[in-house]
């Protein structure tokens, strides 16, 4: 009988490195429950999904290079775009900051593990066989094609007969029971499994900001999840939740999407804050300039992201009265996500700022955020909302939040953690013109699609006609797709030649602030035997500079 | 070369013709004003700080300073401000733009279909399809609905979009300046030719649109040609009627557009080619070939059919 069982490798002393060959097995990866192990294959997860999400709208780009374009026909351009976003949003930046929040999380609060480690591997593997679901419709009969938000009635099954939307709405669905749980392990860790000494005003602020973060997953998914099961009941049972040609109703689908949709866009922003509230810090050699500003401004941020959902609305005709609250709310939510700005403005004035990578990177999120966040304030004024909804200006303005903010937050705490995580060092002159490349291709990309947007291009159509000024736009955002997508290249080749040659990584190369630097890189096993007593919210720095402790300073916060 | 960059704003936005978009365009050039403000100031702080403070020796540290109560009270007092005034300014615009509708009666019904635009006129029989003419200098109001999905009305010149939503009807007001013709297009992800779902708004002078609404009013005229005969016989008994209508005729159908005018539209299939008999040979001759998923089916003609029927809706004034 012993023969029959399957012999699951146990981890031994230090963990196996980033590459699967050198390792103990693929077997061993698949069946650890260790938070780094889980954290790393997250990101690994992000990586492949990065390039699949990359490469289906490069050919979008091709489509839309020149007017009248006949490349694709109009069937697979809409299942690519809407594989494209759905890819980016549920399968790149979601699990890229789950797997930075389940590496770190328990090294930043000086715990060994994640509070539930099998529900933390369980986690993983519903979001991983959720994007291979909802990859498989492709294999199925035709991916799902109404876009990543995926209105009514064009979702019902007399409008999309392809079995793509069912596969969107599986996929989604097990990814998103992934996220939930990971963030309930999330919330139990950071309350229950902090070092003893370490209270919650010394937490880290990335800490902070996937503990305000998991709140706002427990009360957003529930909404996403509803509506996919009684999107899956009218396409599978006919039932009329959403069809009005048989009593239900076509808007209910919009306030249920995106009273999941708009806290999802803070999901996947109050992470990123995080990380650069680490970053910042760090190569400024100066504390966060407002430590608890921050997390107020957090917090204020995840109690009125759920009033904000119906200025994706604004066109549909609710009346002055509901978009005028909604104006108001959405106005509101833009102070403490735009003050947040100044605060890492501040904490690199006076400092002793050092140009890495990761730096750059942060400083560019300044400008590039601004340029969203100021776009994404147009929205909350209805009128202007009338006129630029649904056109190329949304499409400039999300992907200005999505990768000037989140990607750039992902790309900063990458070149930040990576020598923790992997032991090695990246190249630093490669990885210089990685960001210069990708942050001109971004640029050229999706800065005259304001312009298009304003000159009255909707968003989503195949082709369009040849009207003055539209060819030309289209065709330097389309090279400008093409310049990123070489910079992402140029990135992986960097991490390969990272992991494959790089140089050893000190475990505290940065000179940085929080437990996780203390240990080895990359960690043992066990992340770590002793932690020295947490005193401020740089416990690593006090005790490395005890002159100069914070703890030791009387609190001049003030003045 | 400037004047070529300056073609690129006919028909934005920017290219205001109705005091609805006019309204919008300016508190959009005030928003356009504050936020560059917003933005050359983080410029060049984010320029200005990290040049200023680079570290030019690793060894001693900055001083720690972890805030300031007076600079954060600023950071969340001005962005209040400029947020308030903002919001007033939005408030008046709306309800300049979009009153209620009280108990104003529509001046027409426009219906959005996949992927064509149909306009029923009020207090009169005609029915336009893709491109709508309509009077200058009179205030209007717009009914929207739709039959299949959710479609959405926007021409930029004359303000706002409108979502059309299967079950309800939403309303626009409009008021054009000027006689022209105005591009817009479906603004709401609405399937297959979404891209094809083009609007051409004709403005007319008052005299010239009443001239336009008596000839559209006028049932189909009976031919005298014998090819356009040939295509009338074969439009009306073969499967053409059963979706399409010409008044005047036994062709009654209500699937697809109505041509009775269908000659006298600069465009065809929802601004996606000329009008011209080639393109409507082209387009019977097969239609899933032309345009990609369109309603309407191919119908295995002979091209002696196919010509009587183009000759035939080619004449439809």
């Given at each position: 009988m012993e023969e029959n069982y399957l012999q699951v490798p146990e981890p031994e002393q230090a963990l196996p490195d980033l590459?699967?060959?050198?390792?103990?097995?693929?077997l061993q990866w698949i069946s650890s429950v260790d938070h780094k192990q889980i954290g790393i294959m997250y990101l690994w997860l992000s990586v492949l999904f990065l390039v699949i999400g990359g490469l289906e709208v490069l050919v979008v780009r091709l489509q839309l290079?020149?007017?009248?374009?006949?490349?694709?026909?109009p069937e697979a351009y809409n299942q690519l775009f809407t594989m494209h976003g759905t890819t980016m949003i549920f399968f790149v930046l979601t699990p890229a900051i789950f797997g930075f929040a389940t590496y770190l999380l328990p090294l930043m609060i000086g715990?060994?593990?994640?509070?539930?480690p099998r529900l933390n591997a369980f986690s993983f593997w519903a979001t991983f066989f959720g994007g291979i679901l909802l990859y498989f419709s492709f294999l199925a009969g035709?991916?799902?094609?109404?876009?990543?938000?995926?209105?009514a009635p064009l979702n019902q099954y007399n409008y999309s007969s392809s079995p793509g939307i069912d596969y969107y709405c599986f996929g989604l669905l097990l990814s998103g029971i992934g996220t939930v749980s990971a963030s309930v392990n999330f919330v139990v860790t950071i309350l229950k499994f902090?070092?003893?000494?370490?209270?919650l005003k010394q937490m880290p602020l990335f800490v902070w900001m996937i503990l305000i973060n998991s709140f706002l997953v427990l009360a957003a998914f529930p909404s996403l999840n509803a509506a996919l099961i009684m999107l899956l009941l009218d396409r599978?049972?006919?039932?009329?939740?959403?069809s009005s040609a048989s009593g239900?109703?076509?808007?209910l689908w919009q306030h249920l999407f995106w009273l999941f949709g708009h806290p999802e866009v803070y999901i996947l922003i109050l992470p990123i804050f995080g990380i650069f509230s680490e970053v910042f810090p760090v190569y400024s050699r100066?504390?966060?300039?407002?430590y608890a500003f921050v997390i107020g401004s957090g917090v204020a941020i995840a109690l009125l992201a759920f009033g904000v959902w119906v200025h994706h609305m604004?066109?549909?005709?609710?009346?002055n009265t509901v978009n005028n609250f909604f104006a108001a709310s959405s106005l509101l939510i833009g102070v403490p996500t735009g003050v947040k700005i100044f605060n890492w403005l501040a904490t690199m004035y006076g400092g002793a700022i050092r140009f890495k990578v990761s730096m750059l990177f942060a400083i560019a999120f300044l400008v590039e955020f601004t340029i969203g966040g100021l776009s994404g304030v147009s929205f909350a004024i209805v009128p202007i909302d009338w006129q630029l909804t649904d056109t190329y200006y949304v499409v400039a303005h999300l992907h200005y939040v999505f990768i000037g903010g989140s990607l750039f937050g992902l790309f900063s705490g990458l070149f930040y953690w990576f020598p923790k995580i992997s032991g090695k060092m990246l190249d630093e002159q490669l990885s210089r013109w990685f960001f210069w490349l990708f942050v001109a291709g971004f640029n050229l990309t999706f800065l005259v699609q304001h312009a298009l947007g304003a000159m009255g291009m909707p968003r989503r159509v195949y082709t369009y006609p040849n009207l003055p000024g539209w060819a030309i736009l289209n065709l330097i955002s389309t090279v400008g797709g093409f310049l990123m997508a070489i910079a992402v290249g140029l990135l992986i080749y960097i991490i390969v030649k990272g992991i494959r040659s790089g140089d050893k990584a000190a475990a505290d190369p940065w000179d940085a602030?929080?437990?996780?630097?203390?240990?080895s890189s990359p960690p043992e096993?066990?992340?770590?035997?002793r932690v020295m007593p947490v005193k401020s919210t740089r416990p690593y720095r006090d005790y490395k500079r005890p002159e100069d402790a914070d703890w030791k300073k009387p609190n001049k916060y003030g003045k | 070369m400037a004047k070529d960059l300056l073609l690129f704003?006919?028909?934005?936005?920017?290219?205001?013709?109705s005091p609805q978009a006019e309204k919008i365009r300016s508190l959009t050039i005030g928003f356009i004003w504050a936020s560059s403000a917003m933005m050359l100031l983080v410029a060049l702080l984010a320029i200005y700080i990290p040049i200023k403070y680079?570290?030019?020796?690793?060894?001693s540290e900055p001083k720690q300073i972890t805030g300031n109560r007076r600079l954060e009270i600023l950071m969340v007092g001005v962005p209040m401000v400029l947020v308030i005034v903002f919001f007033f300014w939005s408030l008046t615009t709306m309800s300049a733009v979009l009153?209620?509708?009280?108990?104003a009666i529509p001046d027409l019904t426009i219906t959005g279909h996949q992927w064509w635009w149909e306009a029923r006129y009020s207090k009169s029989k005609v029915i336009a399809a893709n491109e709508i003419h309509l009077p200058v200098g009179r205030r209007l109001l717009l009914q929207l609905n739709s039959t299949d999905v959710i479609h959405d009305w926007w021409v930029p010149a004359l303000g706002g979009k409108m979502d059309m939503i299967p079950g309800i009807n939403n309303y626009l007001w409009v008021t054009i300046n000027k006689p022209g013709i105005y591009e817009g297009a479906?603004?709401?992800?609405?399937?297959?030719?979404h891209a094809w779902m083009r609007i051409r708004v004709v403005a007319q002078l008052p005299t010239d649109y009443q001239h336009w609404l008596d000839a559209n009013q006028a049932d189909e005229k009976q031919p005298n040609d014998s090819l356009v005969t040939a295509g009338q016989a074969l439009f009306t008994y073969?499967?053409?009627s059963s979706c399409h209508s010409i008044n005047?005729?036994?062709?009654?159908?209500?699937?697809?557009?109505?041509?009775?005018?269908?000659?006298?539209?600069?465009?065809m299939l929802a601004g996606m080619l000329d009008n011209t008999p080639e393109n409507l040979y082209r387009w019977l001759t097969d239609p899933q070939k032309v345009?990609?998923?369109?309603h309407m089916p191919r119908f295995i003609f002979g091209q002696d059919s196919i010509r009587a029927l183009t000759a035939y809706l080619a004449q439809l004034k």
């Open positions: 590459s699967i060959s050198s390792s103990q097995g693929v290079a020149v007017p009248n374009n006949h490349l694709l026909s715990a060994n593990d994640m509070a539930f035709g991916a799902p094609d109404a876009g990543w938000f995926n209105y902090r070092i003893g000494s370490m209270s599978q049972l006919h039932a009329h939740f959403f239900g109703s076509a808007i100066k504390p966060i300039f407002g604004f066109a549909t005709g609710l009346g602030n929080t437990l996780e630097w203390m240990t096993l066990k992340n770590f035997d | 704003t006919a028909q934005s936005i920017f290219d205001a013709a680079r570290a030019k020796n690793s060894i009153p209620a509708r009280g108990t479906c603004s709401e992800f609405c399937g297959q030719q073969a499967s053409c005047g005729t036994g062709a009654a159908g209500l699937q697809g557009p109505n041509l009775t005018h269908f000659g006298s539209r600069k465009t345009k990609p998923g369109a």
